[in-house]
Nanobody, 122 residues
């Protein structure tokens, strides 16, 4: 499966952005999906994940209550709605796909898209 993330940009602290990840190739609806991020000089951080049917979602502690992951399998797309953005949310955001149960165990994600940059000004 190939993944293409988009929607990044520059936003003021407290603002919102919506990231999209378009999938192509194999049947995307059979894959769990997720978002990760990496800031300069830091390791990759789990942000959010969602099961293949969209029934369950998981979030990293730093984004709980502010970010929402969703998916539209008819459009082969996963979204990340980011609200109340903070300067520490600035990073390169990656979408990922993996087999069932990857959402609950993010180390199982197997396919990665290119990143989309999010910059948050204070």
């Amino acid at each position: 499966v190939q993944l293409q993330a988009s929607g990044g940009g520059l936003v003021q602290a407290g603002g919102s952005l919506r990231l999209s990840c378009a999938a192509s190739g194999r049947t995307f609806s059979s894959y769990d999906a997720g978002w990760f991020r990496q800031a300069p000089g830091k390791g990759r951080e789990f942000v959010a994940s969602i099961t293949w049917g969209g029934s369950s979602a998981y979030y990293g502690d730093s984004v709980k209550g502010r970010f929402t992951i969703s998916r539209d399998n008819a459009r082969n797309t996963v979204f990340l709605q980011m609200n109340s953005l903070k300067p520490e949310d600035a990073a390169l955001y990656y979408c990922a796909a993996g087999p069932k149960y990857a959402a609950a165990t993010p180390t199982r994600f197997r396919y990665w898209g290119q990143g989309t940059q999010v910059t948050v000004s204070s």
